[in-house]
């Protein structure tokens, strides 16, 4: 883990006295950390006995992976289980180290020494330390020479008594964002001397990462900056020599397999996913689309290959990577045949987990996340909760010792989490501890305030929120029973301290280090079962404000205070002694250390010269006696490494009677989780060297079986009194989901006994399961969906659909599949569609699926309504450009492809804030007002919403007529809206230049579709209020008359290129838009042509029999006069205003001759077509 420094950023950085003023100034500022972190790598796969605790989720992978953090930038959460991250013999950690103790940004802020706080305690000095005696250590200081400039340092110690310890130091440039300069050294003798290596690697390049094979400390590998060179150095030898391989891709991260010590996974920045099982020498391209450290390697006993891998792969759905898969393939080759898919169906992005024996998914159903859980790589089930319990989050902390613990925010949960416990398969689980607190982590994650104590199977400490206050919790039975911390009985100067329970006791910051030089706010170790250092305070709650170290030598049951003041506390010889080092801004030369578990302290110095503190370094498994302190003398000095040999102070090997016994209790009660437990510690002040193959392991001796030996399963509840009884919404089922007809099965009794619990006898058969004989069941939930947890499906692509039974023997148990499309299937038995079942739709439309489950004790029956559709591409909007005022209006639409299936329409109308919903794609409105009114119509299918707009005009009365055009202007016409827009604005122009009409009454919309036509419409102008009907109608006719017989005149014409007139002429057709609602775009209509010179022809013979004025001219309103109107006076001809002339206004009379044989012409003109698309008006 890097911590970065500061001291390369700020050059105002003043050198820090020891004045108490510049201690109150320095450290009410908390510096940053620098923004780029790296964490490097260690393998997926469980931990060694001696190793840390892997704390996984569904989100990320857990802190002990060999993921870097680049690899986890994409990651929006990250949970994991408090255990101290230490380096130790067998862990495949490659350590990462740059100032840390005096640029930690602490989550509280210390108050300045005061004099009370001055005083010594236990010979133990606050201020004063010359009149304290001092101890001098064994000591050599080595400086890196020349890396004076560098900000960052990657440490490896291979542990396992070598010698051999590796340092890359580099310097990362903040503002190009990447390594600029690196330095690789290495020791031989324990850090005592160190070589430059950077003629070996090369003078010129620059590495970025050290990696180590976790199965062979000496493998070491090195990458170098891909912005300079890509490739990679290899060393077997420790480091002592390297080769030199060039990569075809960028490595993002890097894990190693558990076993196979030369075999590798690499993760590039494009997401894809290559393996070498040769140590990197050369790599093979395994998939691409892989999610973000969501693979995983085979575990031997449990995959059916060791060469396997567990693959999260993202699928692209046409527009996105919006769905991931779950599949399994061999490194060598993860062909499409090869491909195993454990879940047949989609999981939610970024959810899958493989632990242990178990693998974690997400499920999208119905709009939700189904969390699924598989056992033993076995069917996947749904994680069974208690039930209303509605999780925002479920993470999965821990599956230690057979058993998954998960942390579950639920609906009504913000800054905490409910922690729940399953039984063996991870399938039911039950409640642990509700509202324990969460935070935020160092990288923008959330940290669960859970924290295991090492060296002690099953105790815990988590803190909780109770009525608003924080406070720390201990479990001895993991998790089945909680109590408050008893406080320190005196405080640190030996006052007797009133704090009684429940209103006062012992709070605990629950925070580990992030980096491993340092120690966080609680630390345990294997090596010392019971002992337990942590930051904290005594009160009624939790709070950041004068907070002191505690110590514990019982596993908790009884604390110590030991410093007031923060400090790192480390553990030497594996327990046998602890060392102390004050968190302190100031440059230090002293240590601290205690060999009766911090009764009592002495002062070591470590050095000449007072050196800032970066870290402390010793051996992975604390075997030898030596630790290396990195720091600065200044804050641009360059590294100084300060190795200590502690061994001058111990004087022999330990004895058996060095050591004494304690045994566990918690508050007397010395059965704890079946069995009395006792351990062996060094006794007080014994100075010796602890060693490895001493036995000095805890003895067990088994318990007889109480009730306190039991938890509550699945479904029931802890009673006032102790008992378990159902809950109310619990039915107990009378036979598990996996019982076969003439077998036995274990029946309960609404109580389990903890998976790590081993009492015996006593009490053990009264609350056990009662072994009954497998009853005949009917089957009972049947659950159907599709393997995309949708209820929509694209017509001719398969359809797999998943079916699951809760209850009922599977083995005997018929399944019968009804598609809704006239197709039936049978499966003998539902075992054999694991997989899912395929089919495919060939029509649009809703179906009605149903599966039926039946044996011979009855049947159960699910239904599916399956909307099955073809992608959505266009939808248009119909409707009139001009309406009369309070008339209904019909308004359509037409979308592409007409059979797209159930199509929801919303219309909006103008500046209403809700639409009309309707299931069809017409509707009628009624405008009230007139004027411009806008209507929009969006059609939504499925996951897809289309949009179409158009304007509607309306008046309280206008007149119109359908145009037609030469047909030359059919093969100039694209079917482009803006072509169309231009045309009509052409004929407007033409007919207001011809006949001096306003052109604010006149509009004209050019209709798509061929033959070309379009449809032009006279409107009223604003007149004044006195103004009679009669008016109004007569303007409006001379208007008409005045317009057709120009068209019918041949005046109306314009050109669209040199060369090419195109005249426009009046047709008798329907004002409204004619829909041509076939697929073809030339098909003609002869028929209403045909028609329209029939009744043409009518119009004109009535027109001279009856001398009526009935031009052919479409008039609406709102009321029609009665009065007919008279014959305008004929002229000879009309007059062409010229371009510059007066135009003729509404007022004034017009004088036109209108030729009776003119009347009703309409020109020879092919058939024409109209097609579905919205008018433009003008």
């Known amino acids: 883990m890097d911590l970065k420094t500061n001291r390369d950023r700020n050059d105002n950085v003043a050198e820090f006295t020891g004045s108490e003023e510049s201690y109150r100034e320095n450290n009410s500022v908390c510096v940053e950390k620098d923004a780029l972190e790296e964490k490097l790598s260690t393998s997926h796969e469980s931990r060694g006995s001696d190793g840390p605790v892997r704390a996984t989720t569904v989100i990320a992978s857990s802190g002990d992976s060999n993921l870097t953090e680049e690899s986890k930038d994409d990651e929006k959460k990250s949970y994991r289980l408090y255990k101290e991250n230490v380096v130790q013999a067998g862990d495949a950690i490659t350590n990462t180290i740059v100032a840390g103790l005096r640029s930690w940004c602490r ?208 699928v692209f759905d046409g527009r996105e990577y919006s769905r991931s898969q779950y599949i399994t393939c061999k490194v060598q080759n993860c062909s499409d045949a090869n491909k195993g898919k454990p879940f047949p169906g989609f999981i939610v992005p970024d959810s899958l987990v493989v632990q242990d024996e178990y693998v974690f998914i997400q499920v999208p159903m119905g709009g939700q996340s189904v969390h699924y859980v598989s056992y033993k790589r076995n069917t996947f089930y749904p994680m069974k909760l208690p039930k209303y319990t509605l999780p925002k989050d479920l993470q999965i902390i821990s599956t230690d010792d057979n058993q998954v613990v998960a ?198 110095s470590f050095t000449s010269s007072p050196l800032y503190v970066d870290g402390v370094l010793g051996e992975p498994g604390e075997d030898t006696l030596i630790m290396t302190i990195f720091g600065h003398f200044s804050h641009r000095s360059e590294w100084q490494l300060v190795k200590i040999d502690f061994g001058s102070i111990f004087s022999r090997r330990c004895s058996l009677k060095d050591y004494q016994t304690w045994q566990l209790n918690n508050e007397g009660e010395v059965c704890i989780m079946g069995v009395k437990r006792t351990f062996q510690n060094l006794k007080a002040d ?75 006898a006593g009490t053990l058969w009264r609350y056990s399961p009662r072994r009954q004989r497998c009853p005949s069941q009917a089957p009972w939930g049947l659950q159907l969906l599709t393997s995309e947890a949708t209820m929509v499906a694209t017509l001719g692509k398969n359809v797999s659909f998943l079916i699951f039974l809760e209850e009922g023997l599977g083995s005997s148990t018929s399944i019968t599949v009804d598609f809704g499309d006239g197709t039936t299937i049978s499966y003998a038995n539902i075992s054999s569609i694991e997989e899912g079942i395929e089919h495919v739709y060939s029509r649009v439309g809703i179906y009605r699926v149903s599966a039926t489950a039946r044996n011979s004790l009855g049947s159960d029956r699910v239904l599916l309504y399956l909307h099955v559709t073809c992608g959505l591409e266009q939808v248009q909007l119909l409707a009139p450009s001009v309406v009369v005022r309070n008339k209904p209006v019909n308004l359509s639409t037409v979308l592409h492809p007409s059979n797209a299936g159930t199509v ?13 919903v309707s299931l069809e794609g017409g509707m009628s409105f009624t405008f009230h007002t007139e004027g411009v009114h806008t209507v929009t119509v969006q059609a939504s299918l499925g996951s ?51 006949t001096g009409i306003s052109a604010d009454q006149l509009l004209v919309s050019v209709l798509p579709g061929l033959p070309t036509a379009a449809e032009f419409f006279i409107v009223p102008e604003k007149r004044s209020k006195d103004e009679s009907p009669d008016g109004k109608w007569e303007h409006l006719d001379q208007l008409s008359q005045v317009l057709l017989s120009a068209l019918n005149q041949d005046l109306i014409w314009f050109t669209v290129r040199p060369g090419v007139k195109v005249n426009v002429y009046a047709a008798r057709m329907s004002p409204a838009p004619l829909v041509d609602s076939s697929d073809g775009r030339h098909n003609g209509a002869a028929v209403i042509m045909l028609v329209s010179v029939v009744l043409m022809g009518l119009a004109v013979f009535v027109i001279y029999k009856f001398k009526r004025k009935i031009p052919g001219i479409n008039t609406y309103t709102t ?20 371009p510059g002339g007066a135009v003729m206004t509404s007022q004034e009379h017009v004088n036109i001759k209108l030729d009776s044989q003119s009347i009703g012409y309409l020109p020879s003109h092919p058939d024409i077509k109209l097609s579905d698309e919205a008018p433009h008006v003008f």
């Open 107 to 314: 989550r509280r802020r210390r108050s300045a020494p005061t004099a009370e706080s001055m005083r010594t305690w236990s010979a133990f000095p606050w201020s004063g330390e010359e009149d304290q005696q001092e101890f001098h250590l064994t000591s050599s200081t080595f400086p890196l020479a020349g890396d004076s400039a560098h900000n960052q340092a990657v440490v490896h110690w291979s542990g396992q008594n070598s010698s051999v310890i590796l340092m890359l130091t580099k310097f990362f440039d903040f503002n190009v964002g990447r390594v600029t300069e690196s330095s690789l050294w290495r020791s031989t003798d324990y850090g005592t001397t160190y070589e430059k290596l950077n003629e070996k690697v090369g003078p010129k390049t620059i590495l970025s990462y050290l990696y180590v094979s976790p199965n062979n400390k000496k493998k070491i590998m090195l990458l170098t900056d891909p912005e300079v060179e890509n490739s990679l150095l290899i060393s077997l030898d420790e480091g002592a020599s390297y080769q030199k391989h060039s990569l075809a891709f960028d490595i993002l991260s890097l894990l190693f397999h558990p076993e196979q010590e030369d075999w590798i996974l690499a993760y590039s920045h494009d997401q894809k996913l290559y393996v070498s099982v040769e140590f990197g020498r050369r790599w093979q391209l395994v998939h691409d689309s892989v999610v973000p450290n969501r693979f995983y390697w085979s575990k031997l006993g449990l995959d059916k290959e060791p060469g396997m891998i567990h693959l999260e792969t993202r």
């Open 407 to 604: 942390a579950v925010q639920d609906w009504h949960h913000n800054d905490s989490y409910n922690l729940y416990m399953s039984e063996s398969r991870g399938q039911f689980f039950t409640l642990t501890l509700e509202d324990v607190v969460s935070s935020g982590g160092p990288e923008g994650n959330v940290m669960i305030e859970l924290y295991e104590v090492a060296g002690i199977k099953g105790v815990f400490l988590s803190n909780k929120v109770v009525e608003d206050q924080v406070k720390t919790y201990i479990t001895y039975n993991k998790g089945r029973d909680w109590r408050l911390l008893q406080a320190p009985v005196t405080d640190l100067r030996g006052n007797t301290l009133d704090c009684e329970q429940p209103y006062c006791s012992l709070h605990l910051h629950l925070h580990v280090s992030e980096n491993p030089y340092t120690s966080g706010n609680i630390i345990s170790k294997d090596s010392a079962p019971g002992i337990i250092v942590a930051s904290g305070v005594i009160g009624p709650e939790l709070t950041n404000n004068n907070v002191s170290i505690f110590i514990t030598s019982d596993a908790g049951n009884t604390w110590r205070e030991v410093f007031e003041e923060e400090h790192s506390v480390l553990f030497l010889n594996q327990g046998g002694a602890l060392v102390a080092i004050r968190h302190t801004p100031l440059p230090i030369r002293h240590i601290w250390l205690s060999f009766d578990e911090g009764r009592s302290w002495n002062r070591y």
């Open 944 to 994: 897809t919403v289309l949009q179409d707009k158009g304007t509607v005009i309306v008046y309280e009365y206008f007149q119109s007529h359908i145009l037609a055009f030469s047909s030359n202007l059919d093969d100039l016409n694209p079917g482009v809206a803006e072509w169309r827009q231009d045309i009509g604005r052409v004929v407007k122009s033409s007919m207001v230049q011809i």
């Open 1119 to 1138: 009321e029609q006069p009665e009065k007919e109107q008279e014959v305008i006076p004929a002229v000879t001809s009309i007059a062409i205003p010229s």
């Open 904 to 916: 929801t329409y919303y219309w909006w109308f103008n500046n209403r804030t809700e639409p009309v």
């Open 686 to 760: 014994v100075r010796c060297v602890k060693s490895r193959d001493q036995d000095i392991s805890h003895t067990s001796d088994p318990c007889l079986c109480t009730e306190a030996d039991f938890e509550c399963d699945y479904g029931f509840q802890r009673q006032p009194d102790g008992s378990c009884s159902p809950a109310f919404w619990f039915v107990p089922s009378t036979a598990s989901r996996d019982c076969v007809t003439g077998d036995t099965f274990l029946n309960t009794t609404g109580y389990r006994r903890a998976l790590s619990n081993n009492c015996t």
